[in-house]
T-cell receptor
Framework: SAVISQKPSRDICQRGTSLTIQCQVD?????MFWYRQQPGQSLTLIAT?????????ESGFVIDKFPISRPNLTFSTLTVSNMSPEDSSIYLC???????????FGEGSRLTVL | TQLLEQSPQFLSIQEGENLTVYCNSS?????LQWYRQEPGEGPVLLVT?????EVKKLKRLTFQFGDARKDSSLHITAAQPGDTGLYLC?????????????FGKGTKLSVIP
């Protein structure tokens, strides 16, 4: 299984600012994903981070709000732009083990927007 | 849109009791995964069930996939405080790639010593 590290683990931000979350994997992986877990809600897929090309966003999520970078096969960033209190959530990075289709998650980044 | 309904949403029990968590859908899934998430951590995969009717055991945890592959259950025997956490079920669609996972809202379990 892959070891996934996320930074920051938590942050408190002011409305209107932006925050970039980093995800580092200890091995090269093809598929990296970003999820959001709002309080009391399920995990929702934001986008698939593609190495060497633009991320693929799910319905309801756009690049201007959640720009994603994937410079190589072990690293990705998610930026939450122009934050509002509604963006307060846990943001999770995950990778897929292709042989089994199982997902492995980072510990998450808990974001609170005041 | 595939939806997964988990029940109960919250469960608080005494140490030593048994419990069952349910995950139901009107859709058919090619496989179903169960995760446990502790506060401040990401979800950790417990098991994947693939075949209709399949039963998998992981120590005191028993997972069952419904015959029609639309539902699943997680049964915990003699619950311990270490079992406390959020239990999530996630179904994989018929398309390729697990990024098509649909997650339930989770069952928050508290086991009181």
């Amino acid at each position: 299984s892959a070891v996934i590290s996320q930074k920051p683990s938590r942050d408190i931000c002011q409305r209107g600012t932006s925050l970039t979350i980093q995800c580092q994997v200890d091995s090269q992986v093809t598929m990296m994903f970003w999820y959001r877990q709002q309080p009391g809600q399920s995990l929702t897929l934001i986008a698939t981070a593609n190495q060497g090309s633009e991320a693929t966003y799910e319905s309801g999520f756009v690049i201007d709000k959640f720009p994603i970078s994937r410079p190589n096969l072990t690293f990705s960033t998610l930026t939450v732009s122009n934050m509002s209190p509604e963006d307060s959530s846990i943001y999770l990075c995950s990778v897929e083990q292709l042989s089994t289709g199982e997902l492995f998650f980072g510990e998450g980044s808990r974001l609170t927007v005041l | 849109t595939q939806l997964l309904e988990q029940s109960p949403q919250f469960l608080s029990i005494q140490e030593g009791e048994n419990l069952t968590v349910y995950c139901n859908s009107s859709s058919v899934f090619s496989s179903l995964q169960w995760y446990r998430q502790e506060p401040g951590e990401g979800p950790v995969l417990l098991v994947t069930v693939v075949t209709g009717g399949e039963v998998k055991k992981l120590k005191r945890l028993t997972f069952q996939f419904g015959d029609a592959r639309k539902d699943s259950s997680l049964h915990i025997t003699a619950a311990q405080p270490g079992d406390t956490g959020l239990y999530l079920c996630a179904g994989a669609g018929s398309g390729a790639g697990s990024y098509q996972l649909t997650f339930g809202k989770g069952t928050k379990l508290s086991v009181i010593p």
